[in-house]
């Protein structure tokens, strides 16, 4: 196992370097000497998580709850710790202190041999999961002594890193384009390799053990997988749409609307919904998870396209309604009848078992076409979205 004392060094390193270039080639030094079997928890470790951010999976720690787990841990009082955190400005730095001073006072020989064994990287994260599975009475409990068992097993420096992963902010800068180009350093593979590899996984932990294990060869091998959200692709605003469509001579012209971002993803009769943000929205749209199991004519199926909040007649309403769904938890049902929606559908990346991604988006088109079946008076509730191909500039406006 790695440990947890490896990984802090390498972020104390990262805090003074200035080079992306040397950022880079420290990542890479860590993810090269990582086990395998934890590569994935330090690869999401270094850029600040602790899970996928697609998993919907959260920690659920704030800042009291790490004051009072510091304040057991140390008997330094929460009030002395807020004192000491207005000076320092940093939950990291003072969890630093909070350590030292602690040490400083264990001088007996007994408390040296009290002291626990050495954290490794598996054992954080095992005590953040079990934190953040804490539901119902006793949860805030559960989460402050798994905190308080590990700054009571860390070192100082140890114990920065930690408090700062527990609230996701490492404060080292390293993001994933950084570790991308980690991968490919220090397992010597194409950085377009590594790029295409997370575009269809959207998980640098799941490619990072990939690379290492099996190479180009297995990261080629890697797919898309239903509830696994992809990244999802942004438009990029045109300076000169008339110098862009004179030299493409034809462009793919669709409606704008104005509604939010949704990826579905369908497997038999189970549909799942997330955000722009790849969050998983599921529980606040029931309404739209009965139209596509109605309507969408496919096994399986990966889907992306824009959701609009429409009156009775079809014609949509102000973005900030479809927000109120969107952020809905409770009177769900309620609410999705006084704010009904309407789903605009415009790619496909994945149908029945078949990952289409990489082709050309005509193709994806009518692959979308295939399985999307509604009538007149269901296009209220889901369509594909019109598509001119044309090089016409009057028509286009």
């Known amino acids: 196992?790695?440990?947890?004392?490896?990984?802090?060094?390498?972020?104390?390193?990262?805090?003074?370097?200035?080079?992306?270039?040397?950022?880079?080639?420290?990542?890479?030094?860590?993810?090269?000497?990582?086990?395998?079997?934890?590569?994935?928890?330090?690869?999401?470790?270094?850029?600040?998580?602790?899970?996928?951010?697609?998993?919907?999976?959260?920690?659920?720690i704030g800042t009291s709850l790490l004051y009072v787990s510091l304040s057991r841990a140390s008997g330094m009082p929460v009030k002395s710790i807020e004192s000491l955190i207005r000076t320092t400005g940093d939950i990291g730095d003072t969890a630093l202190l909070i350590l030292k001073e602690k040490r400083k006072n264990q001088v007996t020989f007994s408390s040296f041999f009290e002291e626990h064994p050495e954290l490794s990287i598996t054992e954080v994260y095992n005590r953040f999961k079990i934190a953040s599975e804490a539901s119902g009475k006793g949860s805030q409990d559960i989460k402050i002594k798994n905190l308080q068992f590990l700054f009571n097993s860390s070192t100082p420096r140890e114990a920065k890193y930690i408090s700062r992963?527990?609230?996701?902010?490492?404060?080292?800068?390293?993001?994933?384009?950084?570790?991308?180009?980690a991968i490919a350093k220090a397992f010597s593979v194409p950085a377009d390799v590594v790029e295409h590899a997370f575009m269809v996984t959207n998980d640098l932990g799941i490619v990072a053990a990939t690379?290492?294990?099996?190479?180009?060869?297995?990261?080629?091998?890697?797919?898309?997988?239903?509830?696994?959200?992809?990244?999802?692709?942004l438009s990029q605003i045109s300076p000169d749409i008339v110098a862009d469509i004179k030299e493409m001579k034809e462009?793919?012209?669709?409606?704008?609307?104005?509604?939010?971002?949704?990826?579905?993803?369908?497997?038999?009769?189970?549909?799942?919904?997330?955000?722009?943000?790849?969050?998983?929205?599921?529980?606040?749209?029931?309404?739209?998870?009965?139209?596509?199991?109605?309507?969408?004519?496919?096994?399986?199926?990966?889907?992306?396209?824009?959701?609009?909040?429409?009156?009775?007649?079809?014609?949509?309403?102000?973005?900030?309604?479809?927000?109120?769904?969107?952020?809905?938890?409770?009177?769900?049902?309620?609410?999705?009848?006084?704010?009904?929606?309407?789903?605009?559908?415009?790619?496909?990346?994945?149908?029945?078992?078949?990952t289409l991604i990489d082709l050309p988006l005509i193709e994806r088109r009518k692959a979308l076409e295939s399985c999307?079946?509604?009538?007149?008076?269901?296009?209220?509730?889901?369509?594909?979205?019109?598509?001119?191909?044309?090089?016409?500039?009057?028509?286009i406006e």
């Not at 420290?26 to 850029?47: G, Y």
């Not at 509604?259 to 739209?288: I, Y």
Request: aromatic share 6%.
């Open 165 to 181: 992963l527990a609230l996701e902010e490492l404060r080292i800068g390293v993001g994933e384009g950084v570790v991308r180009d």
């Open 372 to 395: 999307v079946e509604s009538s007149s008076e269901d296009s209220k509730s889901i369509c594909v979205d019109k598509q001119v191909i044309t090089g016409d500039l009057e028509l």
């Open 251 to 354: 462009a793919a012209i669709e409606w704008k609307f104005d509604g939010a971002r949704v990826q579905v993803h369908k497997a038999g009769n189970s549909v799942t919904l997330f955000s722009r943000k790849l969050e998983n929205v599921t529980n606040s749209l029931p309404d739209l998870v009965e139209i596509i199991r109605k309507h969408i004519k496919a096994e399986s199926a990966i889907l992306d396209g824009e959701a609009v909040a429409v009156d009775e007649n079809g014609k949509p309403r102000a973005f900030q309604e479809i927000l109120k769904r969107f952020r809905r938890k409770y009177d769900v049902e309620e609410k999705a009848l006084g704010i009904p929606i309407q789903l605009n559908l415009f790619d496909i990346m994945y149908l029945n078992g078949k």
């Open 211 to 233: 690379a290492k294990e099996g190479g180009v060869e297995a990261l080629e091998h890697l797919g898309i997988e239903i509830n696994r959200p992809i990244k999802m692709m």
């Open 1 to 60: 196992m790695t440990s947890f004392r490896e990984f802090a060094e390498t972020c104390q390193a990262i805090e003074k370097i200035s080079s992306t270039i040397d950022t880079t080639s420290r990542v890479a030094d860590l993810l090269r000497m990582v086990d395998i079997e934890e590569l994935p928890i330090a690869t999401h470790f270094i850029m600040s998580e602790v899970f996928p951010a697609w998993s919907g999976e959260q920690l659920g």
